[in-house]
Structures are given as C-alpha cells and as structure tokens.
C-alpha cells in the first residue's frame, strides 16, 4: 500500500520562496508483489486519492524497450511471451533505430517525437564544448523539447517511470508524475536487473495506476556487451532472453488478472539492437588524428561504440580544412564504414552536440577511444548493422488489433502514438518528426 513518508521540501527557511523543482517531490513506499519495499518519487500532491480520482480516462498505454534486442531474437523460441503479443498485435517488421543507435537517443526519441537537432540527445557521449570534456548526456536539461510525458501531465494524465538505467533516470529526471529510482545497480553498466525492474512496474501500475507507464529492460542489452563467442556466454545471452521474456509475461498477466488488458496497448519495442566485434576488429581514431599536423591537439574524440563523434576545437578559421581532414582520416582507417561532415548531412538530424564529423564502423567492428584498450566491450550498438529493431503494439484494446504493416516505424514514433491513443491535440512546434503507428 502507498503512503507518503516525507516530504523533502521540508527545509528551515524556505517558507518564502516557491519550492525548487527538485523539492516538489513526495516518497512514497509501495509494497510489491514479492513483498519487496518499492520507493517511488512522485510529484507533491499526486500520492493522494484525490489527485488519483481526478482523471477518470480508462485507457492506459505501457511503453516496453528490451533494451538491445534483436529482432531475430524475438524468433529465437527463447521468447514466447513477447512473440505472442506481436502475433496478436500490430507488428512492424521493417522497424528500426535512428541516429545514433544508442540509448540516450532513442529513449528520448521515443518520449519527445522529434530527432534529436530539435529534441537534444544526439548521443550517449558528447564533447561538451562548454565544459571543454566528454561527458554523458544525462541531465534533465539535455532534452530541448516538451515531452508527451508532459504533454499528459498538463492535461490531467498521471504518468510513470521505471528506466532500469541510472542515466536514463537522469535524462528523464522528474518529468513523469511517479518515478523509480533504479536499484540495486549492478556495477559497469549501472542498470537494475529485469526482476527488479519489472517489480517496480508492476508495483507502479497496481498501486499508482498511471495512465503512460515508460519501462526500460536493461539484462537483455548488458549481457550483450559480454563476448558471446565463448560458450556460456551465449548461453547467458540465452538465459536473459528467456528471462526478460517471463517478466514480460508477467506484466501481461497482471493486466489480464486486473482487467486492465482490454483498454490498454502495449508497446514493445528496442533502441537498437546488438552487433559483437573480434576482439582484432578495434577502430581507434584518436592516435591517427593526433598524428596529423593539422588536426593534432585541435580535435576532441566521443566514443559511443559503433560510433565516433569527432569536435574541431582549433582555430574557427581553420575549421573547414580540418573538417575535410577528420574525414580523410576516418575514411582511411580499417574498419571505419563511413564518415560524414554533420552539418553538410541534414538527414542524420543530430544538431551541433554531436560534433563536425560522424564516424560509423563496419559491422562486426567497435571504436574504442582514446585509446584501444578504452572499450574492450565485444558487444557494441551506434553503427548502421545496429538498426533493425523489434516493433509491435500489443493489447486487447481495438487500437492494437492485429496487422502487419511494412511501415519503417521508428523510436521516434511513439510519442506521436501515444498522443494519438490519448487524443491529444497539437503536436510539437513544426510538427512531430516521428507518426502514430495505431
Ligand atoms: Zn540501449
């Protein structure tokens, strides 16, 4: 059961001043299925029955990322549960992850409906030219845009997230109406496990009911970073499939048992999916830049797997010819499948966060930079072999009735289908980048 257990805007002296978005806030401790203690941070207010009576919408719309499932993977008998709910429901079969194939990215292009030139977040890793290092992009002010988390806020809807990712946390911040907090993190890839995770969701939708649930499956991806040549590492890879899968079995189960299935859909789909090097097969692009005249000290270097966003940081004057250079020396490098100048390729969509040039590996190939023991991650996403992506919406409402479409749905599409399912009028300013898939 929830009940507000503090309040941390309860600081001395600050009677005479608004709250900081920070101290809106109310903990609420729910008890989970398991009996395990869930906390959710929830905005001021929206714990109380009052708040929970105030919009009596029936519909509810859950949003499933297997973070880096392949689509193949779906087929692969270890995953009955979500095979099932794509029979049933409205399949996309072309589906894919936009640039770059990344996390960050795509979970924000999935919440905001527009590529990141308008919504921010081109990349897991930047080069922040203001603070003169590479950093994550996981603020709250790194999305430029409005959320359709947001969007329902204003009108009344509760809103929750369950991101087993500590960065995904951050990005998304306090936007949504109810929040959990990941853990426990698992060291390296700081992620909570599935069975932790889907706890909380399921906590989060009996107790909180909240009309737009945003879940993110991390097991599925961190056991993809692992090298799945050796043989237990496959069957790792195998096992997390299959368990993934029963928690998505779960989470349908509780919306049949507690009559929700009926008016809500689910949408199950990944940010990227997965793509493992040899351990030979290492792009590192820092020391051929470095060697140039031209180009040394004047670049800095964002490594995110299968891609590498490279920065001009010399002279403005210069910045032209050393463009044209960076793109010479990333052609040039074994293993690199194409280097592009970002301002010169409008369709990449990434804005000036992602640098001068955009480099993507081959198949099979990582970056690591600086240097190339940097990444030694055989399992890596961000590059064009990374794309395909499952995509369906499920559920027993009309509006995931059975269809296979060849559509090339993308991330960026649920936003515009969420808003669509909830009817939402209006839409970002020029419009959403992504369409409904419903
Ligand atoms: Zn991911």
């Known amino acids: 059961m929830c009940a507000p257990q503090q309040q941390a805007g309860a600081t001395t002296g600050a009677a005479a001043r608004p709250p900081a978005a920070t101290e809106r806030r109310t903990v609420l401790k729910v008890a989970g299925a398991g009996g395990l203690a869930l906390t959710f941070s929830t ?12 919009n009596r919408d029936r519909r509810r719309a859950y949003v499933l990322v297997v973070d880096g499932c392949r689509p193949d993977e779906i087929d692969s008998g270890l995953m009955p549960n979500l095979a099932a709910l794509r029979a049933d429901g409205r399949h996309f079969p072309r589906a894919h992850s936009l640039p770059v194939m990344e996390t960050l990215p795509n979970h924000v292009m999935m919440m905001t409906g527009v590529r990141p030139d308008r919504g921010g977040v081109p990349a897991n890793e930047i080069y922040d030219r203001g ?3 590479t950093r994550t992009m996981d603020r709250p002010r790194d999305i430029r845009t409005t959320t359709v988390i947001e969007r329902l806020g204003r009108r009344g809807f509760r809103t929750g997230t369950v991101l087993s990712k500590d960065y995904l946390y951050g990005v998304f911040g306090e936007r949504a109406t109810h929040r959990w907090e990941p853990f ?6 700081d992620h909570a496990p599935d069975v932790f995770t889907m706890e909380a969701a399921l906590g989060m939708v009996e107790e909180l009911d909240p009309h737009l649930v945003f879940v993110n499956l991390g097991d599925v991806d961190r056991v993809g970073h692992s ?4 043989g237990s590492l496959q069957a790792l890879r195998r096992a997390a499939l299959a368990s993934t899968d029963l928690q998505v079995g779960r989470f349908v ?18 940010d990227h999916s997965m793509d493992w090097s040899r351990p030979d097969r290492v792009v590192s692009l820092t020391s051929p830049l470095a060697a140039d005249p031209l180009l040394a000290g004047n670049v800095a270097v964002a490594q995110n797997g299968g891609a590498d966003l490279l920065y001009w940081t010399g002279p403005a004057k210069q910045r032209d010819r050393g463009v044209a250079r960076m793109l010479e020396v990333a052609r040039g490098t074994a293993g690199v499948l194409s280097a592009h100048d970002r301002a010169r390729s409008s369709w990449l969509r990434l804005g000036p966060d992602a640098g001068d040039v955009v480099a993507y590996c081959r198949a099979g190939w990582r970056f690591s930079d600086p240097m190339v023991v940097s990444n030694p991650i055989p399992g890596n996403h961000g590059h064009p072999a990374t794309r395909p992506i499952p995509f369906f919406v499920g559920g027993g409402h009309p509006a995931a009735a059975k269809a296979v479409s060849s559509s090339l749905a993308a991330t960026v599409d649920v936003a515009p289908t969420i808003a669509e399912f909830f009817g939402l009028r209006g839409a970002p300013r020029g419009g959403w980048d992504g369409r409904s898939r419903i």
């Open 43 to 54: 905005a001021l207010g929206a714990g109380s029955p009052a708040y929970a009576a105030g």
């Open 131 to 133: 603070l003169g290092e």
């Open 184 to 189: 426990p993190l698992l060291p390296v890839t």
């Open 227 to 230: 090298d799945l040549t050796g």
């Open 253 to 270: 189960e509780m919306l049949r048992s507690t009559g929700r299935w009926k008016r809500s859909i689910v949408v199950v789909l990944a």
